[in-house]
């Protein structure tokens, strides 16, 4: 039982946990600091995508079939999506740059063996495990930005740190197709896990001077390993029928699903008794009650679900239905990486201000971006086609900015630093739950409307377009509701201190 007087708080008055003062003192290396972890940053969102190119070459390379060489892509998404609420509870713990120095090392060094693998059982090996520490990184950056700035600073260094994710995610594509173009040969594929070890490697050295060293939680913490367990039986039984879905068909897997449920509401039940007990669980259950976490969540999900598969399904029709080049076909999509970079730094100085209405306006300019480029796709012929959505995807792209980095900042903006890694990892592991989910259902959509047409490609991306501007009408209604919530709380406590004032 931990009965120091900190968990004692914790357990009497919830409220006051969850909102206990955050130290005022500033570093003045945190915008240095900002930077180089946001560099870290991209480059491991960036292998979630980057790879997807070069699989026709790793598949020839090494003599594997498609569905073996899916998991130099899948593995990683799978590891990563993991351990991101672990990692993030032992940032909490043993110390954020430690964490950030310690993943960030392992991420250069199995991208080094990643490149080198003479085998593909090798190649998915080193994947997975730089999957866990990407994985293990990723959390480290919402909490050091959560401890390192406050008030409309904080808003722009998230609104930077989601402008990395939207950019990281949008741009693989065409940084994968470069590679490609820049060396030939059998072994080119090689570069693609090559680059990140000299960019990591500079990383690592700025990091050291410039991160700081964070506040530690007592050692002598209780590790919640009942509830890592059943959170990591819980993610992986929903993701493992995701990934390993071949063109979407989840037949034979779907039994996992009610696995996921179950373990899911064990991990639920162990939290809420862990806190009973006065421990320390491996994600605080109150913080379903801190302002705007678990909207942001829901939001992060159903948009990342939408917004991910997009570029899997626009690469098919590009690559498959017009004959584009890998180089090509990423460079049709550039304008809405160009957009997210633009309005994504734009949207952190406007959070304070304009709050939810951001997410709002974001996802409502995205669904109108997305649905115009379904339709001209399914009308406009040919070659023609890439030129005359590039309006559009810029278009979407300035909404999606306006989405990932505002919500970013309503999701944590109310939870405490010494629970922000946890929590900071809890969002990202919606959104790669999102990404998932939204791979395989749009993958499967493409496919079947492909076969129902008789391989018309217009036809299948433009159902598959619309299907995916349904999952961001989603976000759309639950920003919505939070919007009016949140309005319905201010008018209670404005009353509330009317009728004291009164008193």
């Known amino acids: ?109 199995t991208s080094a063996l990643s490149g080198a693998a003479p085998t593909m059982g090798l190649l998915i090996a080193a994947r997975l495990v730089q999957g866990v520490a990407g994985g293990m990184l990723l959390p480290q950056n919402s909490a050091l930005i959560q401890e390192l700035f406050r008030g409309a600073e904080r808003g722009r260094a998230f609104g930077i740190m989601g402008g990395t994710v939207g950019l990281s995610t949008a741009s693989g594509p065409v940084i994968g ?117 678990l909207a942001g969540s829901t939001v992060g999900l159903v948009y990342f679900a939408g917004f991910t598969g997009l570029w899997l399904v626009m690469a098919l029709f590009l690559q498959d239905g017009l004959g584009y080049s890998p180089l090509r076909s990423g460079l049709a999509v550039t304008p809405f990486a160009c957009g997210v970079a633009v309005s994504a730094v734009v949207a952190g100085r406007l959070v304070p201000r304009a709050g939810r209405w951001l997410t709002i306006a974001g996802l ?42 505002p919500n970013i900042t309503l999701t944590l903006r109310n939870v405490p630093v010494r629970t922000a890694g946890a929590a900071g990892g809890a969002l990202q592991t919606a959104q790669r739950l999102g990404s998932a989910i939204g791979t395989a259902v749009l993958t499967v959509v493409f496919y079947r409307v492909l076969t129902a047409t008789g391989h018309h490609y217009p036809a299948a991306v433009s159902g598959t377009l619309l299907c995916s501007c349904g999952f961001m009408a989603l976000g759309l209604l639950v920003a919505i509701v939070e919007l009016r919530r949140h309005g319905r709380d201010q008018r209670a406590s404005r009353n509330l201190t009317t009728a004291r004032t009164r008193r």
Request: aromatic letters at 8%; zero cysteines.
């Open 364 to 405: 409502s300019t995205v669904i109108v971006g997305v649905a115009t480029t379904a339709l001209i796709l399914r009308h406009v012929d040919g070659n023609a086609s890439a030129w005359a959505i590039a309006g559009p995807l810029l278009f979407a792209g300035l909404g999606g900015g306006l989405v990932t980095a």
């Open 177 to 293: 197709g470069l590679l490609l173009t820049a060396f030939t040969g059998h072994d080119g594929w090689r570069w693609v896990f090559y680059v990140n070890v000299p960019i990591g490697l500079v990383a690592l050295v700025l990091a050291a001077r410039f991160v700081p060293v964070t506040a530690r939680r007592r050692s002598g913490a209780h590790p919640d390993l009942v509830g890592t367990l059943l959170l990591g039986g819980g993610v992986l039984s929903v993701l493992l029928p995701l990934v390993q879905a071949d063109g979407g068909n989840l037949r034979g897997w779907s039994p996992l699903f009610g696995v996921a449920v179950v373990l899911l509401a064990a991990f639920a039940w162990w939290e809420l008794r862990t806190v009973r007990r006065g421990r320390e669980p491996l994600l605080d259950p109150r913080l379903r009650r801190t302002p705007g976490f």
């Open 1 to 109: 039982m931990d009965s120091s007087p900190g968990s004692a708080a914790v357990v009497a008055d919830p409220a006051a946990a969850l909102s206990r003062p955050e130290t005022d003192v500033e570093n003045p290396k945190r915008w240095r600091a900002l930077a180089v972890t946001q560099l870290a940053a991209f480059m491991i969102l960036l292998d979630v995508s980057i790879v997807n190119v070069a699989l026709p070459s790793i598949e020839r390379d090494l003599g594997a079939s498609a569905a073996t060489v899916q998991w130099v892509v899948s593995g990683y998404a799978l590891t990563m999506g993991l351990v991101l609420v672990p990692a993030g509870r032992l940032g909490d713990t043993l110390g954020r740059r430690r964490m950030f120095l310690f993943a960030l090392s392992a991420f250069v060094l």
